[in-house]
């Protein structure tokens, strides 16, 4: 049986057309962005040319655009940076965002630099945005807001300008993570109030290793990493030049055909539903994948058994990729943070499946008459 991909949240395939961009960045256009000599100089062109390809596509302006080595470390630096920089004592969360963010202010609250408080959640994993008001009027400290725009698990996603707004109106800081939404929704940066926003290139079909963060023009920080005067000084390290070719090629592409690809993706995540419901008894559906969420994500409560409970890797074995939680954590047995903290039936297991412009109602059909069987 040929492999069946349902975890694109977790990484999707590289586009052949990004490839195709790339290589020339990997073979003779080698130079180093940094120096003088016209390999140099041609590199240097390629970057800032897919800074303004990027800068566009989610407009916002070339300067604010930067180019990181993922969505980790962008929420890494926007949250550092809030902290250190922007003067944030307290942080505003939700205990079903990415470990990249809920680590990151994990170790801030041990280092007793912040003190942080989680927003309260709806029984479908949506957050409340009357607490949020609440926390943000009543709070007495400089506060960063960090929510993320859609979560990776169960796709719920938030409402970016409400979010703003609220924030705007109490002067907080707004950090979103938004890899999951990146290269797959529409953004018009300029028309939010938001600070930072990141994104990541292997989650709409380029290339691992490059990501961005937008940091809005009006405010200042200082470098997260050091040791260079790369990306306008505000991150060392030698660019990858090919990386950021891909990302700005796989945007180019996601945007363009944005309309098609998602209503298309949507109706194999809608068919997965439909077929699920009538083939499995007792089935049900994390999050709110019928209302404001992703179209790219579904996630399946089983219920529990003695082969449910092994069903990853009864998946694998019948050559069928799925996760049970977030790209990081997908191989690990301790479960998912995000399901804990908005199930408390224990009697099912929770399986994500995750899908993208290539997978097809046939694979849908072929996954369902498997898990009749393993359940």
């Known amino acids: 049986m040929q492999r069946i991909y349902f975890d694109n949240a977790a990484t999707t395939s590289l586009d052949p057309r990004v490839l195709e961009s790339m290589m020339p960045f990997l073979t003779e256009k080698f130079g180093n962005p940094s120096s003088i000599y016209s390999y140099g100089r041609e590199t240097r062109l390629a970057v800032e040319s897919a800074r303004k390809t990027v800068a566009k596509l989610l407009n916002a302006h070339p300067s604010e655009i930067f180019f990181t080595s993922g969505g980790t470390e962008s929420s890494n630096t926007a949250i550092h940076a809030a902290v250190y920089d922007l003067g944030c004592t307290h942080i505003i969360s939700s205990p079903l965002e990415h470990h990249a963010v809920l680590h990151t202010i994990e170790h801030l609250v041990k280092k007793g630099q912040v003190s942080v408080s989680h927003v309260k959640l709806f029984s479908n994993g949506h957050v409340d945005m009357e607490d949020l008001k609440n926390q943000l ?7 960063l807001v960090s929510l993320m725009h859609a979560n990776n698990e169960i796709g719920n996603m938030i409402d970016l300008h409400a979010v703003g707004e609220l924030c705007k109106q109490y002067h907080a800081i707004f950090h979103s993570d938004t890899v999951q939404t990146v290269g797959h929704f529409p953004f018009d940066l300029k028309s939010l109030y938001v600070h930072f926003v990141t994104g990541a290139g292997h989650k709409f079909h380029g290339p691992k290793g490059i990501g961005i963060l937008y940091i809005k023009e009006s405010i200042k920080i200082e470098p997260y990493i050091h040791g260079g005067s790369q990306e306008r000084n505000m991150r060392a390290g030698t660019e990858n030049v090919y990386g950021v070719a891909g990302f700005a090629k796989a945007l180019e592409i996601a945007s363009a055909n944005y309309e098609l690809d998602s209503a298309y993706i949507n109706d194999i995540k809608m068919y997965m539903m439909d077929q699920l419901k009538k083939n499995i008894h007792d089935v049900s559906f994390n999050g709110d994948p019928c209302g404001k969420s992703l179209y790219t994500v579904l996630n399946v409560s089983f219920p529990k058994n003695e082969k449910s ?27 998912s943070h995000v399901i804990a903290a908005i199930q408390t039936n224990n009697d099912h297991v929770a399986v994500r499946f995750s899908f993208c412009r290539n997978n097809t109602k046939e694979e849908v059909d072929a996954v369902v008459a498997i898990l009749k069987d393993l359940i």
């Open 309 to 335: 409970e092994m069903l990853l890797l009864n998946l694998d074995i019948n050559h069928i990729c799925a996760s049970g939680g977030s790209a990081c954590t997908s191989g690990a047995q301790q479960g």
């Open 137 to 143: 009027a009543s709070g007495t400290k400089k506060t």
